[in-house]
């Protein structure tokens, strides 16, 4: 997550104050108390630590039970690391391009998805040890992926060989209704987290969360319109505009969910998966896949559905509705009772 230049200034004005505020030891907000309520386990002391450090790029973010690392290499350059979503005791869900060296649509065309390291319940980059690595069975990529663009379709599932125990610091992301989209008004925010690059172009030590305003599709479709090497945003995806210190997604964010509120509900769930992370400061809004609008794949993906599961469902249908509507013919089944089940008619 990465600042605008511009708004440097500004930023290292706010860390100051919120420092001297710390020092002057003022009482929690209203806010900082239901989210220690929330995290039990998280001391007072700590989020009053973690309140003050506004981090350029971001704010450190507290404990996501739900975020995932995804790891192919230390290095960018060799497919670096980036986010993702548990949503279930089985599946991550991430962008699909973070699980290849090289993101782009000439480069991976033709080439296997490598099979990451996942770590759950981690807030540091140092806690991607072994006793956080939850081993990988396979990764699904959408079956377009990259389909006429580098960020088309872009969605992974990565599935686990053993489901995950859930608790305090591992616990899943819904998905949304089919759709359900994020609030439309003005003021509607979604929060998203990573450890993607800075000012500096290092990545964050630590989990860092930025709080960001949802824009308009059509807004957000037209600031990327016939440029290149940018997204061609369609009705899949939804985007975000950076805070109003100019703070913005950046490269190693991508994976991580979108999540959101309900407004009448109030229920938190993943409405997207970041995609296009390469605002960092110089371009105004990140994309992500629209998750309501994947609803039927990622559902078929973790049933477990094969090429054959939808003839094989449609042919016995058919032939229940057949045997319903022709009651005579050549043999006819029919229950006679719980204990004895059917009789022959020839």
């Not at 379709?153 to 610091?169: E, T």
Request: hydrophobic share 40%; net charge positive; glycine share 6%.
């Amino acid at each position: 997550m990465q600042f605008s230049l511009a708004a440097l200034f500004s930023a290292v004005c706010v860390y100051l104050a919120a420092v001297t505020h710390t020092e002057q030891r003022i009482k929690l907000s209203q806010s900082d108390l239901n989210a220690a309520r929330c995290i039990a386990y998280f001391p007072a002391s700590k989020l009053l630590t973690v309140r003050s450090k506004r981090m350029v790029g971001g704010t450190l973010a507290p404990h996501v039970p739900w975020q995932a690392m995804v790891y192919l290499n230390d290095s960018f350059l060799d497919g670096g690391f980036a986010g993702g979503a548990l949503i279930s005791n089985l599946w991550v869900l991430t962008a699909g391009r973070n699980l290849f060296a090289k993101k782009s649509r000439q480069d991976i065309r033709g080439k296997d998805p490598v099979i990451p390291k996942v770590y759950l319940g981690i807030s540091h980059r140092a806690e991607a040890t072994a006793a956080n690595e939850v081993a990988v069975e396979r990764v699904i990529l959408h079956p377009s992926f990259q389909n006429q663009s580098d960020w088309d379709n872009d969605l992974a599932l990565i599935q686990l060989k053993k489901a995950v125990v859930m608790g305090p610091k591992v616990t899943p992301i819904p998905l949304p209704e089919i759709d359900q989209d994020p609030p439309a008004s003005p003021e509607a925010t979604g929060v998203i987290t990573g450890w993607g690059y800075g000012i500096h172009l290092t990545a964050a030590a630590s989990l860092k969360h930025l709080v960001l305003p949802l824009v308009p599709h059509t807004i957000c479709k037209a600031e990327y319109e016939n440029r290149q090497y940018m997204p061609t945003v369609d009705e899949n995806m939804l985007c975000t505009g950076p805070t109003k210190y100019g703070e913005n997604v950046c490269l190693g964010d991508a994976g991580g969910a979108l999540a959101v509120k309900d407004p009448q509900s109030g229920d938190v769930f993943a409405a997207g998966i970041l995609s296009y992370d390469n605002s960092c400061g110089q371009h105004k809004y990140g994309v992500y896949m629209a998750l309501s609008k994947f609803l039927p794949w990622i559902k078929r993906v973790m049933r477990g559905d094969t090429q054959k599961s939808s003839a094989l469902r449609n042919c016995a249908m058919d032939e229940i509705y057949a045997r319903d509507e022709n009651p005579v013919s050549s043999k006819i089944w029919r229950f006679v009772s719980r204990q004895q089940v059917v009789f022959s008619i020839s």
